[in-house]
C-alpha cells in the first residue's frame, strides 16, 4: 500500500526511496477533485494529507464529504469501524500555508485561472522545505507546464515542478497525465510517473513535450467547443451530441458533472494561448468571444452544474447525490429550462440502423456502426462529418507534431474519456473500411459539406493552422501503414503502437504494464495494471499478455532475457478472475434478461487463455508471481508460475458464526465457481493436483479458500510477508538470480521433467534415453550453454548458442505456433 519498486531500474532506484518515505502531501483547494484526490490517498497511502484554502466553507465541506465516504465504507463493511478515527485523524484542513514546509509533496488543484495561480505559487516558493521537497504538482486543462513554471521565480521550484492531472471522479478513474515541460529535471519527472503509476495506481500518459491541457483535455474540450456554436435551442444540446454519446457521452451532461468553471477558463487561454498550428484554435475564437454567449449567460446565472443549489447546468437534474439524472434541457432562446423531447427517428434514421447492426452482432457502441453512420445522408452523418471528423484529424496531428503517440491518444480516450472503443481504434476502422486515400477523399467531401469550417478539415496543408503541413496520413501512404496501432492473435484487440519515427510497433498496453530487463538483471515484469477493475481477465487482458510473453521470448531468444516476475497494480496486489461483463453477450434486455456467452464463445476464451498459460508453464523462462488477494481465473493464472509470493494483508470480512463483520487476515487463494454453476476455466482443478493438493486440501480451497500464511503452510506458497515493498525485493532476486547464474534455456529441460513426471509418472527407462539424450548436442541443442559453463568456471561464460538446431523432446509447439 503506497510501495514504489523500481523493478531493476537503477536510475529510478534513487526517486523510488523518497517516494517509499514519503509522510505528508499538501493539497491546495479543497474543490470536487481536491476531494476526490484525498479520499484516493487515503485509501492508497498512510500518508497525513493537508488540505490548504481560502474558503472555510470549501474546508468543511470537504471534511463533511471524506467523512461521509469513509462512513459509508465502515458501513458496507468495508472497513473496520476502529479504523474510521485513524483515517481521518491522517487529514488536516487549514487556511494557513505555512504548513508547506513539511510536505514532501505539494499539489496544487485550486483553479485554472492563471493570476490566483500565480498567488499560489508564491507562497509554496516562500514556504516549502526544498530540500525535503519531490516534486510539485499542478492540476490544469489547458495551460504548458512551462507556462505555469515561469510563475515560480526560484530555479530549484522550476526543477521540481511538473504537471499532474486527473479526471473526474479522480478515485473511479484510472486516466492520470504527467507532463515534464522544458524545466522540470529528468529525476523529477521519473518520480512524478512513478508516483502517478504506482502509488495513485493510474494509467499514466507521461508527456515529455508541452502541450495545452495534455491529451485528453484538448479532445474533449475540442468536443464540447465545436457543437456549442450551433446550438440555438434546448433540443439541439440533447440532439447534436449524439453522435459523441455513441462513442462516450454527451459532453455537456459530463461538463454539468465536473462543473463549468475548469471548461470556461480553459476555453480563453485556450483562445489567448494555442499556437498558429492548432487545428482548433478557430473554435475558441469565434465572433470575437472565447466561447458562445449563452454559455457566459449560464456561469452569470450560476448555473454550473449539478452542485449548485438548483442542480441546473447545462441541463436541470433531479435524484439523489451521484445518482442524478437530467430531467429538462437549457434553451438559449428563453433562456429557462424546456422539456426534453424524443428524438426524430426519421432525421437520425442511420443511428437506428447503427444499434440494429450492433444488437445482431452483440456488440455495443461498435466502430461499425460508426462507419454506418458517417456514410448516411441524414442528419447523424451530417453531425459526425461535421463534429466527430475533425477531432479525429486533430489526433492525427498530434501525433504528426510529435505531442503524442497514438497509444497516448487511444488511452486517454478510452481510459480517460471512456470511449468504448479509444480514438485511434475508430480511426483505424475507418482506414481499413475506406483505405487511406478513401479517407482522404471522405475529409475532403466533408469540408464541401462544412464551407464555414474549412480550415478544420484540411488534409492537404493548403489553408488554415495546418498551411505548410500535409496531414500524416499521406506520411502513412507513402510509407505503406495502414493502421496506427497493431492488434492482438487471440481477438483483435489493441497491443501495440506505430512508432512514426522508427516505423516499428511499439507496446501498448491499457491492462498491463510491461518492464523491460536490464542488460544486468535480464528479468523483465509484467505488471496487472487495472485496479479498479480488478485486474480481471478478459479479451484485452489476454491478447496484452499473449503480445507481452511474445516479447519476452524474442528477448530470451537474443539471450536478453531469462525470467519473468509477474506483479498486480492496486491495494492488496488484487487479481479477480473472468470479467463479468463479458459473461453477457453485449446488450441487456430487460424483457429476455442476460444473453450468456454462449458454449462456442466461452470454450474459446478457456481455449485461448490455458494455450497461454500452458506456454508459460512449459516454457524454458523461469515465472515467478508476487500476488495478493487472487479469485478464480487470478488464482489459476498462479497455479502455472514457477513459484508464488503472497502477500499477507488483513480487511474486513463477514463472520458467519458471530454473525457480523470482523477484521482479520483475508484470503489470498479463492474459487468460488462452484457458487455461480461454472467451472474453474482455467484448470484450477487439476493445475492444485498437479501441485500437489489432495482432494481434502482443494476442497478446503474451492470451499472456504487459503490465506497467505496457510497456502505457506501447505507449500503453495514459496515466501510470504505484510509488506509489499519486501516481498517484491524477494521474488525479484530469485528471479533475478535464476536468470544470472543459470544458463534459462536448461530451464526447458527442468520443465519437461516435471510434465513428464506428472502425466506420465515414475519411468526409469524414459529417465535414461532423456539423461543420454541431453549430452548429445544434435538432440540437445542447449547443452553448450549449460554444462560447458560448469566444466569453464574458472574461466569466461561461453557465449549462448542461438542457432536453432533441434526441438526437445515434447516441445514441439512453440510461442510462434500457438494460434496458427
Same mark, same amino acid.
Given at each position: 500500500?503506497g510501495t514504489?519498486?523500481?523493478y531493476?531500474?537503477?536510475?529510478?532506484q534513487?526517486?523510488i526511496i523518497?517516494?517509499?518515505?514519503v509522510?505528508?502531501?499538501?493539497l491546495?483547494?479543497?474543490?470536487?477533485?481536491?476531494?476526490?484526490?484525498?479520499?484516493?490517498?487515503?485509501?492508497k497511502?498512510?500518508?497525513?494529507?493537508i488540505?490548504i484554502d481560502?474558503?472555510?466553507?470549501a474546508l468543511q465541506r470537504?471534511?463533511?464529504?471524506i467523512?461521509a465516504?469513509?462512513s459509508?465504507?465502515?458501513?458496507?463493511?468495508?472497513?473496520?469501524?476502529?479504523?474510521?478515527e485513524d483515517?481521518l485523524?491522517r487529514?488536516?484542513y487549514t487556511k494557513?500555508?505555512?504548513v508547506?514546509k513539511d510536505?514532501?509533496i505539494?499539489w496544487?488543484?485550486a483553479?485554472?485561472n492563471v493570476?490566483?495561480?500565480?498567488v499560489?505559487?508564491?507562497?509554496?516558493?516562500?514556504?516549502?522545505?526544498?530540500?525535503?521537497l519531490?516534486f510539485?504538482?499542478?492540476?490544469?486543462?489547458?495551460?504548458?507546464?512551462?507556462?505555469?513554471?515561469e510563475?515560480?521565480?526560484d530555479?530549484?521550484?522550476?526543477?521540481?515542478?511538473?504537471?499532474g492531472?486527473?479526471?473526474?471522479?479522480f478515485? &473511479?478513474?484510472?486516466?492520470?497525465?504527467?507532463m515534464k515541460?522544458?524545466?522540470?529535471?529528468d529525476e523529477?519527472?521519473m &518520480?512524478g510517473?512513478a508516483?502517478a503509476?504506482?502509488i495513485?495506481?493510474?494509467?499514466?500518459?507521461?508527456l515529455?513535450n508541452?502541450h495545452?491541457?495534455?491529451?485528453?483535455?484538448?479532445i474533449?474540450?475540442?468536443m464540447?467547443?465545436i457543437?456549442?456554436?450551433?446550438?440555438k435551442?434546448g433540443?439541439?444540446?440533447?440532439?447534436?451530441?449524439?453522435?459523441?454519446?455513441?462513442?462516450t457521452?454527451?459532453?455537456f451532461?459530463?461538463?454539468?458533472?465536473?462543473g463549468?468553471?475548469?471548461?470556461?477558463?480553459?476555453?480563453?487561454?485556450?483562445?489567448?494561448?494555442?499556437?498558429?498550428?492548432?487545428?482548433?484554435r478557430?473554435?475558441?475564437?469565434l465572433?470575437g468571444r472565447?466561447?458562445?454567449?449563452?454559455?457566459e449567460?449560464?456561469?452569470k446565472?450560476?448555473?454550473?452544474?449539478?452542485y449548485?443549489?438548483?442542480?441546473e447546468?447545462?441541463f436541470?437534474w433531479e435524484?439523489?447525490?451521484?445518482?442524478?439524472?437530467p430531467v429538462?434541457?437549457?434553451?438559449p432562446?428563453s433562456?429557462?429550462?424546456?422539456?426534453?423531447?424524443?428524438v426524430?427517428?426519421?432525421?437520425y434514421w442511420?443511428?437506428n440502423?447503427?444499434q440494429a447492426?450492433?444488437?445482431?452482432e452483440?456488440?455495443?457502441?461498435?466502430?461499425e456502426?460508426?462507419?454506418?453512420?458517417?456514410?448516411?445522408?441524414?442528419?447523424?452523418?451530417?453531425?459526425?462529418?461535421r463534429?466527430?471528423?475533425p477531432?479525429m484529424?486533430?489526433?492525427?496531428?498530434?501525433?504528426q507534431d510529435n505531442?503524442?503517440?497514438?497509444a497516448d491518444?487511444?488511452?486517454?480516450?478510452?481510459?480517460?474519456?471512456?470511449f468504448?472503443?479509444g480514438?485511434c481504434?475508430?480511426i483505424?476502422t475507418?482506414l481499413?473500411?475506406?483505405g487511406?486515400?478513401?479517407f482522404?477523399?471522405?475529409?475532403k467531401?466533408a469540408a464541401?459539406?462544412n464551407p464555414d469550417?474549412?480550415?478544420?478539415?484540411?488534409?492537404d496543408g493548403k489553408?488554415?493552422?495546418?498551411?505548410?503541413?500535409?496531414?500524416?496520413?499521406?506520411?502513412m501512404k507513402?510509407k505503406g501503414?495502414?493502421?496506427?496501432?497493431?492488434y492482438?492473435r487471440?481477438?483483435?484487440t489493441?497491443?501495440?503502437?506505430r512508432?512514426?519515427?522508427?516505423?516499428?510497433?511499439?507496446?501498448?498496453?491499457?491492462?498491463?504494464?510491461?518492464v523491460y530487463?536490464?542488460?544486468?538483471?535480464?528479468?523483465a515484469?509484467i505488471i496487472?495494471?487495472n485496479p479498479?477493475?480488478?485486474?480481471?481477465w478478459?479479451?484485452y487482458?489476454?491478447d496484452?499478455?499473449d503480445? &507481452?510473453?511474445?516479447?519476452?521470448?524474442?528477448?530470451?531468444?537474443?539471450g536478453?532475457?531469462?525470467?519473468i516476475?509477474?506483479a498486480?497494480a492496486g491495494?492488496?496486489m488484487?487479481m479477480?478472475?473472468?470479467d463479468?461483463r463479458?459473461?453477457n453477450?453485449?446488450?441487456?434486455?430487460?424483457?429476455?434478461?442476460?444473453?450468456f456467452m454462449?458454449?462456442k464463445d466461452g470454450?474459446?476464451?478457456?481455449?485461448?487463455?490455458?494455450?497461454?498459460f500452458?506456454?508459460l508453464q512449459?516454457?524454458p523462462?523461469w515465472?515467478i508471481?508476487v500476488?495478493?488477494?487472487?479469485?478464480g481465473?487470478?488464482a489459476?493464472?498462479?497455479?502455472?508460475l514457477?513459484?508464488?509470493f503472497?502477500?499477507?494483508?488483513?480487511g474486513?470480512?463477514?463472520?458467519?458464526?458471530?454473525?457480523?463483520?470482523v477484521?482479520g487476515?483475508k484470503k489470498?487463494y479463492?474459487?468460488?465457481?462452484i457458487?455461480?454453476?461454472i467451472?474453474?476455466?482455467?484448470? &484450477?482443478c487439476?493445475?492444485l493436483?498437479r501441485?500437489?493438493?489432495?482432494?481434502?486440501?482443494m476442497?478446503?480451497?474451492?470451499l472456504?479458500?487459503l490465506?497467505a500464511?496457510r497456502?505457506?503452510?501447505l507449500?503453495?506458497?514459496?515466501?510470504?510477508?505484510e509488506?509489499?515493498?519486501?516481498?517484491l525485493?524477494?521474488a525479484y532476486?530469485?528471479a533475478?538470480m535464476?536468470?544470472?547464474?543459470a544458463a534459462p534455456?536448461s530451464?526447458?529441460?527442468?520443465?519437461?521433467?516435471?510434465?513428464n513426471?506428472?502425466?506420465?509418472?515414475?519411468?526409469?527407462e524414459?529417465?535414461v534415453k532423456?539423461?543420454?539424450?541431453?549430452?548429445?548436442?544434435?538432440?540437445?541443442p542447449y547443452?553448450?550453454?549449460?554444462?560447458?559453463?560448469?566444466?569453464n568456471m574458472?574461466?569466461?561464460?561461453?557465449?549462448?548458442?542461438l542457432?536453432?538446431r533441434?526441438?526437445?523432446?515434447g516441445?514441439?509447439n512453440?510461442?510462434?505456433?500457438?494460434?496458427e
Amino acid at each position: 500500500m503506497g510501495t514504489c519498486f523500481s523493478y531493476g531500474n537503477k536510475l529510478l532506484q534513487r526517486q523510488i526511496i523518497k517516494l517509499n518515505n514519503v509522510k505528508k502531501i499538501a493539497l491546495i483547494g479543497s474543490g470536487v477533485m481536491g476531494i476526490g484526490i484525498g479520499i484516493d490517498l487515503l485509501n492508497k497511502t498512510k500518508y497525513e494529507i493537508i488540505f490548504i484554502d481560502i474558503a472555510a466553507e470549501a474546508l468543511q465541506r470537504a471534511e463533511k464529504e471524506i467523512k461521509a465516504y469513509f462512513s459509508g465504507m465502515v458501513k458496507g463493511g468495508r472497513m473496520a469501524a476502529e479504523h474510521l478515527e485513524d483515517c481521518l485523524n491522517r487529514v488536516t484542513y487549514t487556511k494557513d500555508y505555512a504548513v508547506l514546509k513539511d510536505a514532501e509533496i505539494i499539489w496544487e488543484i485550486a483553479t485554472e485561472n492563471v493570476t490566483v495561480k500565480k498567488v499560489i505559487f508564491k507562497k509554496i516558493e516562500e514556504l516549502a522545505d526544498q530540500d525535503k521537497l519531490i516534486f510539485v504538482f499542478s492540476n490544469t486543462s489547458s495551460h504548458t507546464t512551462a507556462e505555469l513554471a515561469e510563475l515560480f521565480s526560484d530555479g530549484m521550484m522550476r526543477d521540481k515542478f511538473l504537471t499532474g492531472h486527473g479526471y473526474f471522479p479522480f478515485h &473511479a478513474n484510472r486516466l492520470f497525465d504527467v507532463m515534464k515541460g522544458k524545466y522540470a529535471t529528468d529525476e523529477t519527472f521519473m &518520480a512524478g510517473v512513478a508516483f502517478a503509476e504506482q502509488i495513485l495506481e493510474k494509467k499514466t500518459i507521461a508527456l515529455i513535450n508541452d502541450h495545452h491541457g495534455y491529451v485528453t483535455d484538448p479532445i474533449f474540450q475540442g468536443m464540447g467547443a465545436i457543437i456549442s456554436w450551433d446550438v440555438k435551442k434546448g433540443q439541439d444540446l440533447v440532439e447534436l451530441p449524439m453522435i459523441f454519446g455513441l462513442m462516450t457521452a454527451n459532453p455537456f451532461q459530463v461538463l454539468d458533472r465536473t462543473g463549468h468553471m475548469p471548461y470556461t477558463e480553459s476555453s480563453k487561454h485556450l483562445g489567448q494561448a494555442l499556437p498558429a498550428g492548432d487545428r482548433l484554435r478557430m473554435l475558441y475564437n469565434l465572433d470575437g468571444r472565447y466561447y458562445p454567449q449563452w454559455i457566459e449567460d449560464l456561469e452569470k446565472a450560476g448555473r454550473i452544474g449539478i452542485y449548485n443549489e438548483g442542480k441546473e447546468g447545462f441541463f436541470k437534474w433531479e435524484g439523489k447525490p451521484n445518482r442524478e439524472k437530467p430531467v429538462k434541457v437549457y434553451d438559449p432562446e428563453s433562456q429557462g429550462y424546456v422539456d426534453i423531447k424524443e428524438v426524430n427517428w426519421q432525421d437520425y434514421w442511420s443511428i437506428n440502423e447503427a444499434q440494429a447492426l450492433d444488437h445482431r452482432e452483440a456488440t455495443i457502441k461498435s466502430t461499425e456502426g460508426l462507419v454506418k453512420i458517417a456514410e448516411s445522408d441524414d442528419k447523424a452523418g451530417q453531425a459526425f462529418r461535421r463534429y466527430a471528423l475533425p477531432i479525429m484529424l486533430y489526433a492525427l496531428d498530434l501525433i504528426q507534431d510529435n505531442f503524442a503517440t497514438a497509444a497516448d491518444i487511444n488511452a486517454s480516450t478510452k481510459v480517460g474519456l471512456r470511449f468504448k472503443f479509444g480514438l485511434c481504434e475508430i480511426i483505424d476502422t475507418f482506414l481499413n473500411h475506406l483505405g487511406i486515400a478513401g479517407f482522404i477523399n471522405f475529409t475532403k467531401k466533408a469540408a464541401l459539406e462544412n464551407p464555414d469550417r474549412a480550415d478544420l478539415f484540411d488534409v492537404d496543408g493548403k489553408i488554415g493552422p495546418r498551411k505548410g503541413k500535409p496531414c500524416l496520413l499521406y506520411t502513412m501512404k507513402k510509407k505503406g501503414w495502414t493502421n496506427l496501432l497493431g492488434y492482438g492473435r487471440v481477438y483483435g484487440t489493441p497491443v501495440s503502437q506505430r512508432n512514426f519515427k522508427t516505423g516499428q510497433m511499439d507496446i501498448y498496453y491499457n491492462d498491463l504494464r510491461y518492464v523491460y530487463p536490464t542488460t544486468k538483471d535480464r528479468v523483465a515484469s509484467i505488471i496487472f495494471d487495472n485496479p479498479l477493475r480488478g485486474n480481471v481477465w478478459n479479451k484485452y487482458a489476454l491478447d496484452q499478455l499473449d503480445h &507481452a510473453v511474445g516479447v519476452s521470448i524474442d528477448l530470451y531468444e537474443k539471450g536478453k532475457l531469462g525470467a519473468i516476475l509477474f506483479a498486480a497494480a492496486g491495494v492488496n496486489m488484487r487479481m479477480l478472475g473472468a470479467d463479468a461483463r463479458q459473461f453477457n453477450k453485449g446488450w441487456f434486455d430487460e424483457k429476455v434478461g442476460y444473453q450468456f456467452m454462449g458454449e462456442k464463445d466461452g470454450g474459446y476464451f478457456t481455449e485461448a487463455g490455458m494455450k497461454i498459460f500452458r506456454f508459460l508453464q512449459e516454457c524454458p523462462i523461469w515465472t515467478i508471481g508476487v500476488f495478493g488477494e487472487k479469485w478464480g481465473g487470478g488464482a489459476e493464472f498462479t497455479y502455472f508460475l514457477n513459484q508464488r509470493f503472497d502477500l499477507v494483508h488483513h480487511g474486513v470480512e463477514f463472520d458467519t458464526i458471530k454473525r457480523r463483520n470482523v477484521y482479520g487476515e483475508k484470503k489470498n487463494y479463492n474459487q468460488p465457481e462452484i457458487e455461480y454453476a461454472i467451472l474453474g476455466g482455467f484448470a &484450477a482443478c487439476q493445475e492444485l493436483r498437479r501441485l500437489g493438493f489432495g482432494d481434502s486440501l482443494m476442497d478446503e480451497l474451492f470451499l472456504q479458500g487459503l490465506t497467505a500464511t496457510r497456502a505457506h503452510q501447505l507449500g503453495l506458497s514459496n515466501g510470504i510477508s505484510e509488506d509489499e515493498f519486501e516481498l517484491l525485493e524477494k521474488a525479484y532476486e530469485v528471479a533475478r538470480m535464476k536468470s544470472k547464474f543459470a544458463a534459462p534455456y536448461s530451464v526447458a529441460l527442468y520443465n519437461l521433467q516435471k510434465k513428464n513426471a506428472f502425466y506420465e509418472g515414475c519411468n526409469d527407462e524414459r529417465l535414461v534415453k532423456e539423461c543420454g539424450e541431453t549430452f548429445n548436442p544434435a538432440k540437445n541443442p542447449y547443452v553448450d550453454t549449460g554444462l560447458l559453463r560448469l566444466l569453464n568456471m574458472g574461466g569466461r561464460n561461453p557465449q549462448m548458442d542461438l542457432t536453432v538446431r533441434g526441438t526437445l523432446p515434447g516441445w514441439e509447439n512453440t510461442y510462434h505456433k500457438l494460434f496458427e
